[in-house]
């Protein structure tokens, strides 16, 4: 198979995969726009799209198809979206949503495999797997989730002030300081800048570093200091409220100012990668 003819295989896979799976894509792109819980998913196609893009464009290769492998792969995705649309009848309409896009990103990874090979696969693994965040996470993982990044951002704030020296304590996702109450709610959980934090860490880690162990430091990194990063949005926003203006408690920076803390978290993952990429080996390892 030339590789106009791969290329060409591969795109009329993919217009199959948008035409037997257009509704689940249109119900996951308006949950993307509408809902910050899922806001991350608008980053997934393109910056995946862009890794694989560069990927091969520095590093130009010759794959062979797998169509054995890549047709057992379509047939596993499409089994799953069955089960999706018709296999349990009572299934929440978000768990639905969910099982028929992980297929979906199942008929995507497949179609590379079938279209170019196994090989293509491995030097393209991480930007594929990157794709399974377009899968939105169902409520029950969310009410897990959310709750957990609001007790740990109330520790996180919590140490932040007692370093300062300020008197705090906690009870639950409560906080109380001097002159202030503090209640970390649901929507101050900052889900939307942790899940981008987390994408555009892998994103970055991809980019810039070769070998997986490395990969997997600033990725697992990412994990506490999104948390580490909303208690510092607490911490600055209650200081400059009891200390500089009490506007600040219900201004801008309140609600509008996580992308200031995430381009923090972002900047200090940046340097993290810098040290570790300057104590990588010249040759690649990979």
């Known amino acids: 198979m030339t590789k106009r003819t791969q290329l060409i295989a591969f795109a009329l ?10 509704h689940a894509l249109v119900v996951t792109l308006r949950l993307a726009l509408a809902n910050e819980a899922y806001t991350h998913i608008l980053l997934i196609v393109p910056l995946s799209i862009a890794l694989i893009c560069l990927q091969w464009k520095t590093r130009p290769q010759s794959f062979a198809s797998s169509a054995i492998a890549g047709s057992l792969l379509l047939a596993v995705a499409l089994l799953i979206g069955g089960f999706a649309r018709w296999g349990v009848p009572g299934m929440a309409a978000d768990l ?6 992980f297929a979906l990103v199942m008929w995507w990874v497949a179609s590379v495999v079938a279209c170019f090979g196994a090989r293509a696969f491995r030097s393209c693994l991480l930007p594929l797997c990157l794709l399974f ?6 409520a029950a993982g969310l009410n897990w989730i959310i709750p957990v990044l609001q007790n740990e951002s109330a520790v996180a704030a919590r140490i932040l002030f007692r370093i300062a020296g300020i008197p705090a304590t906690q009870d639950g996702n409560a906080l109380d300081i001097p002159g202030l109450s503090i209640e970390v709610a649901r929507e101050c959980s900052s889900i939307r800048s942790s899940l981008v934090l987390i994408v555009v860490t892998m994103f970055l880690a991809r980019l810039f570093l070769r070998s997986w162990w490395r990969k997997g430091i600033v990725i697992g990194a990412a994990i506490p200091l999104s948390v580490a990063k909303n ?8 200081e ?20 200031v803390f995430l381009a923090i978290a972002v900047a200090i993952v940046s340097v993290f990668i810098w ?8 040759a690649p390892d990979e």
Not at 231 to 238: E, N, P
Not at 240 to 259: C, K, Q, S, W
């Open 96 to 101: 639905r949503l969910a099982v028929s896009m």
């Open 13 to 22: 896979l993919c217009a199959v995969s948008i035409v037997v799976w257009w």
């Open 240 to 259: 400059l409220g009891t200390r500089v203006d009490p506007g600040f408690l219900e201004g801008n920076l309140h609600h509008h100012g996580g992308i």
């Open 231 to 238: 208690g510092l949005r607490i911490f600055v926003i209650a």
């Open 275 to 282: 040290i570790l990429r300057r104590s990588e080996p010249a």
């Open 133 to 138: 965040w377009t899968v939105p996470i169902p």
